[in-house]
């Protein structure tokens, strides 16, 4: 248990490294950031600064030297860079769960190897191999690279007529997963908590609505039966504790209406705070934020109950963010903004939650 | 109004700074803080930093150029300082709004002259001075230098029998007032703000409960009747439009009971944030730090609506916060650590806030 005035090292700058720092110091604790981009939003709000590439191993020792633990905010830190954190420091969540989401053909065979249901799938290495995934699980599928995507990056829905060797080589002949479209109903999350000595805590399971790919808005709780919401959180604590982590994980699903009758298929996972928690900032007595700085400070997670009967978070995204006087304004509106310095179309640029009571 | 990615200058390193930084960051504003004491805590959280002394003039001009709006988070700045900030960029709160409240007599006539009560008081500026007051007021007095008193020093309570001459040398033969005691049922405060053009918003009354001359625990709304509420808000407004104010104002009132009727006498004012609006951090839509960030930057006010049916607030003093680890595991509990490197006695750590719904 790291006491009040510790390090906590966070790996990316972006504006969850920033809300991340910002629960951290309401606790007493240090934000160290690691970035390679100069005017990253988090870095204005940490105590201490390393502006340095993701391999570049000096930095990155001392960096680990000169922290308690080692985070991060995104996916997609290489396992090199990983692995030298870890010769200095703990690194949480450990780099075994990073290494299970970063590669989304690992990743299904992790959930399946628990029971637990995603969509039908097929590794797809090359042209060839992707029209025999095709012909397993037929064109109603979306052909995604392994690694590196999202917001809808690095994926492409393929079309009835279309050249399949064309649809490979739009994602640039990486190594790719061919995954079946699932007839959801709705896409939901489950944002949790697991501690240092296997405590789990998790928010109301939200509903998720994308607009081009990109989340714009998430109500919690989800309407969805009880039942399915109780199943929800178990699979998301069966995959938390069969990675051993720590810390805040996010783990999206698809709702599948069969009669009356849901049924729950695991689309991705997040091993980081995810963006369809921000509503716990202003919504919940413990923010995501805060709640994943406890868990991998080693401390006890803290109440992860809901204010209000109903909370909504809307993203802003690109120009959205203009209304931000309007949204000032707004009675009961929490408005965040994340201090990027440019604003560009897909850009998320920040956030309003809005908390209903009755 | 300034726009997000504005900077906001803080002068002061303190909690109170600090909560302003962190507060400013979610709506996309940078903190400067400028102190003299080099690991305060503000430091910690903010965008740029100054390390200077309040009277290094070259220092106060670049911080000033620096940023696009001056705050501060203690009303003893030097009026010298004042000046040469206003030169430069607005300063908000303005530094009359200062100079009425660093002087305890200034103040009390500031309060009368608006036909607001105060406890009966007389100059002291010398021992003859304090004799000629004691015959006016009795010796059911305290005798308080008129300036940088705060959490019970620079204060003396005369006692029966007690040599004048002597009372007036304990505080350094500095110019005093005499203030007649007042025998209160309660202290309460109000915590309000007033926007750049005018909007006034005041939060519920809170009643405060001192040991040893510092604020030990707020509990908000105070158990006073409506009506005095009502007057006690009123009064916070009166005393914010006739100083032109701009940001948070804190008046701390005495509550004496007169038969059924209750009564309010004006103690003290506090041009900025204040301990006792600290439950507003968790207990209330805006928090007291937002609702000054939003005032100075020429922003509109934000909700001030109170969270469930009672809020409490303890300070967490000296050795207080060794309780953490208990605090950190307590069902709701709010914890906040001000990330102060050393413990010492009557040092205020950190608070905790608790919500009750019913």
Not at 12 to 22: D, E, F, I, S, T
Not at 25 to 35: C, N, Q
Not at 131 to 145: D, P, W, Y
Not at 252 to 274: C, Q, S
Request: glycine share 8%; with cysteine.
């Amino acid at each position: 248990m790291l006491a009040p005035g510790a390090t906590i090292g966070i790996l990316g700058g972006g504006q969850l490294a920033r809300m991340l720092a910002l629960a951290g110091a309401r606790l007493g604790l240090k934000a160290h950031v690691f970035s390679p981009v100069a005017d990253d939003p988090a870095f204005d709000v940490c105590a201490a600064r390393t502006q340095a590439d993701f391999d570049d191993e000096a930095a990155l020792a001392e960096f680990a030297e000169a922290v308690d633990v080692v985070t991060y905010e995104f996916e997609n830190v290489p396992a090199r860079t990983a692995h030298v954190l870890e010769a200095h420091r703990p690194v949480r969540p450990n780099p075994r769960a990073l290494a299970l989401t970063q590669d989304r053909l690992i990743e299904k065979q992790f959930v399946q190897s628990l029971g637990i249901a995603t969509a039908d799938f097929a590794a797809v290495d090359n042209a060839g191999a992707l029209a025999r995934a095709v012909a397993q699980l037929g064109r109603n599928s979306i052909l995604k690279t392994r690694r590196l995507g999202y917001d809808g990056k690095g994926q492409t829905q393929l079309r009835d007529g279309g050249d399949l060797a064309v649809a490979f080589r739009t994602l640039g002949g990486a190594p790719c997963i061919l995954e079946s479209v699932v007839p959801f109903e709705k896409e939901v999350s489950v944002v949790a908590a697991r501690g240092l000595h296997g405590e789990f805590r998790a928010y109301d399971v939200s509903e998720n609505l994308h607009e081009q790919h990109i989340l714009a808005k998430t109500i919690a709780p989800a309407e969805i039966a009880d039942e399915t919401a109780t199943q929800a959180i178990d699979i998301a604590r069966r995959l938390a504790e069969a990675a051993d982590y720590v810390g805040v994980i996010a783990v999206e699903m698809f709702v599948v209406r069969d009669g009356d009758r849901e049924t729950l298929i695991v689309n991705e996972i997040a091993p980081r705070v995810h963006n369809s928690g921000h509503w716990t900032l202003d919504g919940a007595l413990t923010s995501q934020f805060e709640q994943h700085m406890r868990a991998v400070a080693g401390w006890p997670l803290g109440a992860a109950r809901r204010h209000g009967r109903r909370v909504e978070m809307r993203n802003l995204i690109g120009d959205d963010v203009d209304a931000w006087p309007e949204l000032a304004r707004e009675d009961g509106a929490c408005l965040h903004l994340y201090g990027k310095k440019e604003t560009r179309a897909g850009r998320k640029m920040g956030h309003v939650t809005r908390v209903f009571s009755d």
